[in-house]
């Protein structure tokens, strides 16, 4: 019984910590104007988050795989339906149809 009171008492603690933590940034900045620098640079905040959370999953070559990696030609066939197209809806639709094509058409062995 102790062992899970300290657990939830760590949950609670870091829940806590994490949202005073978003909340002193916002209370912060709720009656200032934020420094144009600031705002400028957290423009680009959301787009390297995606590109950090996306970019490794696409470039990481499975365990004992060939040289081909379709995750690599699926994200580029997104890339340019996003370029053209500028939906949302029709680059993950025509990402994802190209990974399964490109999947199903190449032997376990070269994945």
Same mark, same amino acid.
């Given at each position: 019984m102790?062992?899970?009171?300290?657990?939830?008492?760590?949950?609670?603690?870091?829940?806590?910590?994490?949202?005073? +933590?978003?909340? +002193?940034?916002?209370?912060?900045?709720?009656?200032?104007?934020?420094p144009?620098?600031?705002?400028?640079?957290?423009?680009?905040?959301?787009?390297?988050?995606?590109?950090?959370?996306?970019?490794p999953m696409?470039?990481?070559?499975?365990?004992?795989?060939?040289?081909?990696?379709?995750?690599?030609? =699926? =994200?580029l066939?997104?890339?340019?339906? =996003?370029? +053209?197209?500028?939906?949302?809806?029709k680059?993950?639709v025509?990402?994802?149809v190209?990974?399964?094509?490109?999947?199903?058409?190449v032997?376990?062995?070269?994945?």
């Amino acid at each position: 019984m102790e062992g899970a009171l300290k657990l939830w008492i760590v949950i609670v603690a870091v829940g806590v910590l994490n949202y005073l +933590s978003r909340m +002193s940034f916002i209370a912060f900045f709720a009656r200032r104007a934020m420094p144009p620098m600031l705002e400028r640079a957290l423009r680009y905040v959301p787009a390297a988050m995606l590109a950090a959370l996306i970019v490794p999953m696409i470039a990481a070559v499975p365990a004992g795989a060939g040289h081909f990696n379709p995750r690599i030609v =699926a =994200a580029l066939v997104a890339g340019v339906v =996003a370029w +053209s197209t500028r939906s949302t809806l029709k680059t993950l639709v025509a990402g994802m149809v190209a990974l399964w094509l490109l999947q199903w058409g190449v032997p376990p062995a070269h994945l």
